[in-house]
């Protein structure tokens, strides 16, 4: 009789083990309604790690996903960001699925920008209501057909962004990709999309991942209408709007 309430407790330990979320119960939750000062926040904080490269700074003489301490953070994108759910769940900034180290050669097909964006905003609190995905493609299209109920997508000229919110374009085949062209007929384009963390006259400063091989920030001309100008434009032709639950994380001091 013990050796079975013995086997029955540890069969119960391990069935609960199996179900626990990846998730942090401060995310999962969350602990406060997800807002943009959070979102930015994190963003920002990534960027930091990766030593605060903006696209004025000097190509950095090494691939930063693959050194120590930030190929293993870029793992956790991938682990965080997904869920860990997927074979791409399991990648890091220098490992495929089985552990094994990839070629430098090779990181396009590790591409982690679509990654950081849903780390983000797994982190911030979004829940279910956003679509982690291993690529730009699956929450930009959403956004474009209201499949989310937090994400609107814009043509860059006709919506001033705000910090929180994402600008994107296509690259590679999708290069020529506008917000005309959504949704796409295709599951998925290779893109790129970054969060928009600041906004001062005349410039957004947007943080994106797998900039140069790091988190880096892109300085963005805008107009005075706060709009993007026609050249920026083009190099970003969609903004998504995220729609948060408030503004600003609230005071736990107030009452």
């Known amino acids: 009789m013990r050796r079975l309430i013995i086997i029955t407790v540890l069969a ?19 602990y406060v309604p997800f807002n943009r000062e959070d979102a930015v926040a994190i963003a920002l904080r990534e960027w930091r790690l990766f030593g605060s490269l903006t696209d004025q700074s000097p190509e ?12 293993e953070r870029v793992g956790e994108y991938w682990w965080l960001g997904l869920g860990g759910r997927s074979r791409e769940a399991r990648w890091t900034g220098k490992h495929d699925e089985t552990g094994r180290v990839f070629p430098a050669a090779d990181d396009e097909r590790y591409a982690w920008s679509a990654a950081f964006i849903s780390y983000v905003m797994r982190i911030a609190g979004a829940g279910d209501r956003f679509p982690y995905a291993p690529n730009h493609a699956a929450y930009v299209n959403a956004a474009a057909t209201g499949r989310s109920p937090i994400l609107r997508a814009y043509a860059s000229e006709s919506y001033a962004a705000k910090p929180g919110d994402l600008l994107c374009f296509g690259r590679d085949w999708a290069a020529g990709l506008r917000f005309s062209d959504l949704p796409t007929s295709d599951a998925f384009w290779p893109g790129h999309c970054a969060f ?60």
């Open 12 to 30: 119960g330990t391990l069935a609960g083990c199996a179900s626990t979320s990846v998730i942090p119960d401060f995310a999962a939750k969350p």
């Open 60 to 71: 950095p003489a090494q691939k930063l996903e693959r050194t120590p301490g930030l190929w």
């Open 196 to 255: 928009v963390v600041a906004r001062q006259a005349g410039t957004l400063d947007a943080v994106g991942g797998n900039d140069s091989d790091a988190v880096t920030m892109d300085h963005v001309t805008i107009g005075s209408n706060g709009k993007l100008e026609s050249a920026d434009g083009q190099e970003w032709p969609i903004v998504i709007e995220v729609r948060y639950d408030a503004e600003t994380d609230p005071d736990p001091g107030a009452p």
